[in-house]
């Protein structure tokens, strides 16, 4: 009898966990979520200015643009930058956005009108400038062709999820090195809304493992580890509810690559995690309340010698179909 009902209950506790787990994503979309747009939160004002002023740098990279759009971002733009000036707290975006919106407002199409005008006498009591270019920049063939690799196939099958290491600590400047690359990763409204905690402290990698389920026995013997993470904060609209997932995902491959790139060793451990134990490990770790854990990643330097599982990938055929309207 038992045997007979024990799959239904198993699958029953498994559709409700994974409701608490939404539930529990939910409520934190709705505390630390940047639904509220409140612009004088330092945090959410930047993801703002990111995500307009890069509206405006698509707008200024078109060969073809409509020469009547981007002016609702311009003015918001510049009230969300007068904010950031009044305030003393002008970041780098904040002087990337200033001077795109310099550059959309003098293109030829708009640079007569009466808006860009106003726009401009406005940006003139902003006191912050920077030197480097932002906006748009030609990019040539050979420019793009610097990243055609001499073997993709060798550089992609090398790679491997590594669950022993050398004893050697990977130096904090490497291991910089190596996000450094990882943030040219793309993100929505280039957004960028991550943040890659790092420690090679042995106390604090134990506590991480604690409530990772799938290091065992390998973790404790990682010299470095990081926890990629989201800001929820980014995150404005109700449709972008999964959105810190999908760009935190990326990044996190990307920074395997880039630690591939660079001769380091990784493992992505999971961090499908229930929600009382995302709560608990909170507890204890010095992670921002707004950001999501999206993997933990341990790294290190790989031995001369290494036994990886071959881990089959699955066919082309199985994987790769043709998009059809439906009849
Ligand atoms: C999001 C994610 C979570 C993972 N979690 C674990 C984990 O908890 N423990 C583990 O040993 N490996 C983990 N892995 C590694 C996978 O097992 C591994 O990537 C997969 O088998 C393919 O092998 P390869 O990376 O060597 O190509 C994870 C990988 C990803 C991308």
Not at 4 to 16: D, E, S, T
Not at 113 to 139: R, T
């Amino acid at each position: 009898m038992w045997n007979l009902i024990r799959p239904y209950i198993r699958r029953g506790y498994r559709v409700y966990d994974g409701l608490f787990g939404f539930i529990y994503d939910s409520l934190r979309f709705v505390r630390f979520g940047g639904w509220p747009e409140d612009m004088t939160d330092p945090d959410q004002r930047m993801y703002n200015i990111i995500m307009i002023y890069h509206g405006l740098e698509k707008s200024l990279s078109y060969k073809q643009r409509n020469i009547t759009s981007g002016w609702r971002q311009a003015s918001l733009l510049m009230q969300l930058l007068k904010i950031s000036n009044d305030a003393g707290q002008v970041t780098c975006h904040d002087k990337a956005a200033k001077q795109v919106l310099e550059k959309f407002i003098s293109l030829p199409e708009n640079v007569d009108i009466e808006k860009s005008l106003k726009i401009k006498l406005q940006l003139k009591e902003l006191n912050f400038f920077d030197e480097a270019n932002h906006g748009v920049k030609e990019l040539t063939v050979a420019d793009f062709r610097k990243g055609v690799l001499e073997s993709p196939e060798d550089f992609f099958c090398s790679r491997y999820s590594l669950r022993e290491f050398k004893e050697e600590v990977v130096s904090e400047s490497l291991i910089m090195r190596a996000v450094k690359l990882a943030l040219k990763t793309p993100s929505v409204c280039n957004r960028q809304a991550w943040c890659i905690y790092h420690t090679s402290d042995s106390e604090v990698k134990n506590m991480v493992l604690k409530y990772q389920t799938g290091n065992r026995p390998f973790g404790e013997r990682a010299p470095n580890l990081l926890l990629i993470t989201t800001d929820l904060k980014a995150f404005f609209a109700g449709s972008e509810h999964y959105q810190h997932w999908i760009d935190g995902g990326l990044l996190a491959m990307s920074l395997m690559y880039a630690l591939h790139s660079l001769g380091l060793a990784s493992c992505a451990l999971n961090w499908s995690q229930k929600p009382v134990v995302d709560m608990k490990f909170r507890k204890h770790l010095s992670i921002k309340p707004n950001h999501t854990v999206i993997l933990v990643l341990l790294v290190g330097f790989p031995d001369e010698n290494n036994k990886v599982c071959v881990s089959l990938r699955r066919s082309i055929e199985e994987v790769f179909t043709t998009l059809e309207i439906k009849s």
